[in-house]
């Protein structure tokens, strides 16, 4: 797991890096298909996390297996690499349908560090979700801030 990690931690390190060098001159076509992939994937995030938080509050029924899947699915999102859908001229103030800030792009942008911590809480919610219910219990916290390490700074509120 540990080797998964590093692994992980470089892919993202990676893509922030390419992305912080992209001269921003994407295909409007191209742009639109990568706001609707990341759109997409954080969807996906929703999907498993309303299993988990739900059951963490107690508005769904402890079931380990559910948990356990969900928590797997989980790892498996954080662990596909991203940075193809995070194009320069993709942000909310270069086109419309998108709540990205300019900020994730910005040089000292610590994006790379939030998605460290979301790979963190992915891998501890995973070792904890088909545990028991105090365990994923333990483990939802981390990954609810992970999700407010990027969505604060770097995502405009719901008008």
């Not at 948990?67 to 797997?72: F, K, L, P």
Request: aromatic share 4%; net charge negative.
């Amino acid at each position: 797991m540990r080797k998964t990690l590093v692994v992980t931690l470089a892919t993202v390190a990676i893509s922030v890096a390419a992305l912080a060098g992209a001269d921003g001159h994407a295909d409007p076509k191209q742009i639109e298909a990568a706001v609707k992939a990341r759109q997409a994937h954080m969807q996906l995030y929703s999907f498993h996390l309303a299993t988990l938080g739900g059951m963490a509050k107690g508005e769904i029924a402890y079931d380990a297996e559910a948990a356990g899947s969900a928590a797997d699915a989980l790892v498996s999102l954080v662990q596909l690499p991203q940075g193809g859908y995070w194009l320069p001229g993709s942000d909310n103030a270069s086109i419309e349908n998108t709540r990205a800030l300019p900020a994730i792009w910005a040089a000292d942008s610590k994006v790379g560090e939030a998605a460290g911590a979301m790979v963190e809480a992915a891998m501890a919610m995973q070792a904890a979700a088909g545990t028991d219910l105090a365990a994923l219990q333990g483990a939802i916290g981390a990954v609810g801030e992970a999700c407010g390490g990027c969505h604060k700074p770097y995502r405009a509120s719901a008008n």
